[in-house]
């Protein structure tokens, strides 16, 4: 099995930084891209940022400049700094990748648990 376990979520003051980390673990033979979404109460689950294996790296127009993706292909670890953190940002966090897995090797997208992330203002 791959699982996809999130860390790092919690409260923050408005203008507060925030670094969430997602590590996939388990029957893995490659990791394609990863990514981070986002589902804030009431709203529908949206993108937020995206890296390919190539560093290539995504981002929605209301992150941009303000948040980090990064990954370490050695420790198939995706990361999210999270800079000038507004109220807007408050929701659960979810990262999510495109594994194959040692079992069929049929590239699948895998999700974590989700790991909330509430900004006070």
């Known amino acids: 099995q791959v699982q996809l376990v999130e860390s790092g979520g919690g409260l923050v003051q408005a203008g507060g930084s925030l670094g969430l980390s997602c590590a996939a673990s388990?029957?893995?033979?490659?990791?394609?891209?990863m990514s981070w979404y986002r589902q804030a109460p009431g709203k529908q689950r949206e993108l937020v940022a995206a890296?390919?294996?190539?560093?290539?790296?995504d981002y929605a127009g209301s992150v941009k400049g303000r948040f980090t993706i990064s990954r370490d292909g050695t420790k198939n670890t995706v990361y999210l700094q999270m800079n000038s953190l507004k109220p807007e940002d408050t929701a659960v966090y979810f990262c999510?990748?495109?594994?194959?897995?040692?079992?069929?090797?049929?590239?699948?997208?895998?999700w974590g648990q989700g790991t909330p992330v509430t900004v006070s203002s």
């Open positions: 999510s990748a495109l594994i194959q897995s040692t079992i069929d090797f049929r590239l699948r997208r895998y």
């Open positions: 890296i390919t294996t190539g560093g290539r790296t």
């Open positions: 388990g029957t893995i033979f490659r990791v394609d891209d």
